[in-house]
Structure formats: structure tokens, C-alpha cells
DNA sequence: AAGTTCTTCAACCGCTCCTCG
DNA sequence: GCGAGGAGCGGTTGAAGAACT
């Protein structure tokens, strides 16, 4: 047996407000407040409407505070970097943009933003991929590593992927970050496969801007019982590379993991088969 | 101009959480 | 501690308008 229905179907009205019914609603809020009832608040109001029905209404459309109209660049901001950090809880994250409502973040993410961070990935992929044939790509040669520049251009120079995910302090290094190789750290998080990009509390690939670190990852979803670990190095080298020592230790987890996510290419034929050369793309992973 | 497909977003549904007796 | 009922939340739907063929 289900739950018993909030409100009597058949003799409610369902489907798009009136004017007349935003009116009555409006103005009986205004004046009396919700009394912390939305069951009883349509009878009150002469609405022949579900209480439910009323609430969404009233928070979704009518209160005074609420912010029409698109989004701007810093609210894309706000929303991708929660959205990375807590995933969809869109209650929290309309919390932290004033006159917002959770139903519009959730469906401005589902329409449109999120078509845009997968078309800035697809990009940076694409320009992995395709780097080395590009004419208007710039090669630097260093002492191990050819670095790849390509300009992305404008309409995909996403601000909110460039920047903001990677400087939320949820992804600094670990306060023991830089010690030895020999000996890396455990910052105690934990990904595995499935886990969506990028993972709460991993770190961006650090070498770019200088600073090196010295991380060790799960390669599976139970970090206690794995020892891999991942060395991101300084800007002179530019890669990452990792071991796998550990029960559930996975080469080819990393290297999937790198290049999917960060756009790190396995490099081939130079003895070094744990080890990824940077290829910097679109400038998405720069500055952070 | 007409038909079709795509996009947007208000609204609904069903579930979990919370409060209160 | 338990159960009932209301509030709140996230996923999904579908109507309307825009864009495309």
C-alpha cells in the first residue's frame, strides 16, 4: 500500500497558475505569512490548489526576492565549484546565491551549464588528441617534455573551470605536501573508477604553477586497502607518475585517470612506463 | 509557410527528513 | 521510542516557444 496523497486530486486544479491565483496567493502570504501550514494554507486562501502546489509556487516564483532573468559569470562560478564539491544538492548550493531557488540552479545546470563544462572538456580532449597537426599550436621543447599551447577560443575560455575549481581550498595539497618521493603521503581521500570528475579533495595537476607534491591515492573505492600512490612534480618536469604496490593497485587506472581527466598523455618509448608527460591544452588547467 | 526538432523552465511526483504528540 | 503528517528536496515531465529544415 503507497502513501496516502497530500491533498485530494480530484478536487484540486493542477497545471500552470493564473494571474488571479498568483494574486490570491500573493497577496494572502503578504498578509497573513504562511502560518507554518502549506496544507491548510490554500483552503485560507480560497485557492483550489495542493498545498504543495503553493509552496512551490510561492518559493519558486512569487516571493519578493527572487532573481529573474540569466545567470552571470560569477554564478556559474559559485555553482560549478559546489556542484564539484557536493555534487547536486541544489538547496545548498541556491543557499549561497541570494534570490536564486534551487529549482532554477538545477535546471540552469541541466539545460546549460552542464553542456558547457562538457563542451570546454571536449575541447581540451580534442586538442590532446590533435595538438601535434594543429597550425595555430605553439610547441616549446624542455628537456624531457614537448608542451603543447593551444588558445581556446573565446566562447569556450570558461572562467568557471579554469580557475575556480581548482583554487577552492578543497583541493590545496595536504599540509604534509613535498615530502619525499620515497615516502608519499596520504591525504585520506579516496576515488575509484566511477568516481566523477574531479573527485572531492584531489588535487589539480600541481607541477604547472611549481609547487610539487606528493600524493597517495586508492585506485579503488576502499583507500585503506590499496597503497598506490601518484607523484605530481614541479614545473621543470611537468608529469606525474605513480606506483601501484598496494592490493587493487592499477597501471592502467592512472593512466586512464590522468589522461581523461587532466589531459596527462602516457609517454612511450623512453623507459619510463609509469610516467606521464603534461601536455598543457586551452589553458584549462593552468591556474589553480 | 509548414512541419519538425530542440530548448527552456514551471510544475509535478515520490521520496526522505523532521517535528510533534 | 514510535508513528503520523507536514516540509523539503531532487529527479523528471510536458507544454510552450524558438530554432531549424
Known amino acids: 500500500m503507497g502513501r496516502a496523497p497530500c491533498c485530494d ?28 501550514n502549506w496544507i491548510a494554507l490554500p483552503q485560507k486562501a480560497g485557492l483550489r490548489r495542493c498545498g504543495k502546489s503553493c509552496r512551490l509556487r510561492w518559493l519558486n516564483y512569487l516571493r519578493p526576492d527572487i532573481k529573474h532573468g540569466g545567470f ?7 555553482i560549478c565549484t559546489l556542484y564539484n564539491k557536493i555534487g547536486s544538492r541544489w538547496s545548498v548550493i541556491a543557499s549561497q546565491l541570494p534570490g536564486r531557488t534551487d529549482n532554477d540552479v538545477k535546471n540552469y545546470w541541466n ?8 563542451a570546454a572538456q571536449a575541447f581540451l580532449y580534442n586538442n590532446i588528441t590533435s595538438s601535434s597537426s594543429s597550425s595555430t599550436t605553439t610547441t616549446t621543447t624542455s628537456n624531457t617534455n614537448l608542451i ?40 585520506g581521500f579516496m ?30 573505492d576502499d583507500a585503506s586497502t590499496a597503497s598506490s600512490s601518484v607523484n605530481m612534480e614541479n614545473s621543470s618536469n611537468n608529469y606525474v607518475n605513480w606506483s ?9 587506472f592512472f593512466a586512464e585517470f590522468f589522461n581523461d581527466h587532466y589531459g596527462y598523455q602516457e609517454k612511450t618509448g623512453e623507459g619510463a612506463p609509469n610516467q606521464a608527460t603534461a601536455t598543457v591544452a586551452a589553458n584549462m588547467w593552468i591556474t589553480f
Open 72 to 78: 552571470t559569470e560569477e554564478e556559474d562560478n559559485i
Open 191 to 220: 576515488f575509484g573508477h566511477n568516481t566523477p570528475f574531479p573527485p572531492a579533495g584531489l588535487v589539480g595537476p600541481p607541477g604547472l604553477n611549481g609547487s610539487a607534491g606528493h600524493y597517495a591515492v586508492s585506485p579503488h
Open 148 to 187: 603543447h599551447h593551444t588558445p581556446a577560443p573565446a566562447s569556450l575560455i570558461i572562467p568557471t573551470i579554469k580557475t575556480e575549481i581548482y583554487t577552492c581550498d578543497d583541493f590545496l595539497a595536504p599540509s604534509n605536501e613535498g615530502s619525499s618521493a620515497s615516502a608519499p603521503v596520504n591525504p
Open 244 to 252: 601501484a604496490n598496494g592490493p587493487g593497485g592499477d597501471d592502467s
Open 9 to 36: 486530486r480530484a478536487n484540486v486544479k493542477r497545471g500552470p497558475w493564473s494571474p488571479e491565483e498568483d494574486m490570491a496567493l500573493k497577496s494572502y502570504i503578504e498578509s497573513h505569512g504562511t502560518g507554518g
Open 111 to 118: 539545460t546549460k551549464l552542464k553542456k558547457k563544462m562538457m
